[in-house]
């Protein structure tokens, strides 16, 4: 397809579960970013990958959220021992390259939930 | 530090009514910013950018000028449509970085 592709696009597990979440971005695109946005507020920086290397984990909220990428395209972000607080969209993005410049394109995101 | 500020929605306009979304912005360096839009049940769109002091980003008829003495980058529209209505967040992309920051977004509803 033409735009960054999410998926799942729902997910709803029970707490303590790991999760994996998956994003396909533009082709082309050397940058990927994932976000996540809960309920009521902005969207929250998760990790960035610029091709395979993830220069920059800032975001991460805890240890039990790691991140992915392979062969430059596909990332999987992956929440393990899900905790209530986890529940949120997490969206995904990709930009042609690295810079304030460039507009980031987002997929429709995966709404988590933990009961 | 970095980060935006923008006016607390909701907003609730009549069709062809004018719009302004306000949007204020602390940063480092020398900021892009972007307007981007969230329709009912689809992902972030963006709407319109504007990478230096005294641009102007325009789409859809909607506009927004980069305010650096006011580290403003506020969005409006002369003429709203039902169509207009989705939640709108101001962000900020900053020279060094390659996050961006968010503002909380707000939410515009147009009644016809």
């Known amino acids: 397809g033409a735009g960054v592709s999410q998926s799942p696009s729902n997910k709803v597990t029970e707490k303590g579960k790991d999760v994996e979440l998956r994003c396909d971005p533009i082709s082309g695109h050397t940058a990927l970013y994932w976000y996540r946005q809960s309920l009521g507020q902005g969207l929250e920086f998760l990790i960035y990958?610029?091709?395979?290397?993830?220069?920059?984990k800032s975001g991460l909220p805890s240890d039990r959220f790691s991140a992915e990428r392979t062969g430059g395209s596909v990332s999987t972000l992956t929440i393990q021992r899900t905790q209530q607080e986890d529940s949120a969209v997490y969206l995904c993005?990709?930009?042609?390259?690295?810079?304030?410049?460039?507009?980031?394109?987002f997929g429709d995101g995966t709404r988590l939930s933990i009961l | 530090g970095n980060s935006v500020t923008q006016m607390e929605g909701p907003v609730t306009l009549s069709e062809e009514a004018f719009l302004t979304i306000n949007c204020t912005y602390t940063?480092?360096?020398?900021?892009?910013l972007f307007w981007y839009v969230q329709y009912p049940g689809e992902g972030l769109q963006l709407l319109l950018k504007a990478t230096k002091a005294d641009d102007k980003g325009s789409n859809k008829g909607f506009e927004a000028t980069y305010r650096k003495e006011t580290t403003s980058f506020h969005l409006e529209k002369g003429s709203v449509q039902v169509s207009d209505s989705a939640v709108y967040f101001c962000?900020?992309?900053?020279?060094?970085?390659?996050?961006?920051?968010f503002g909380t977004g707000t939410r515009l509803t147009v009644i016809p």
């Open positions: 990958f610029q091709g395979n290397s993830a220069p920059d």
């Open positions: 962000a900020l992309g900053r020279t060094g970085a390659n996050n961006l920051f």
């Open positions: 993005a990709s930009s042609l390259g690295t810079g304030n410049m460039q507009p980031q394109h």
């Open positions: 940063a480092t360096g020398y900021p892009s």
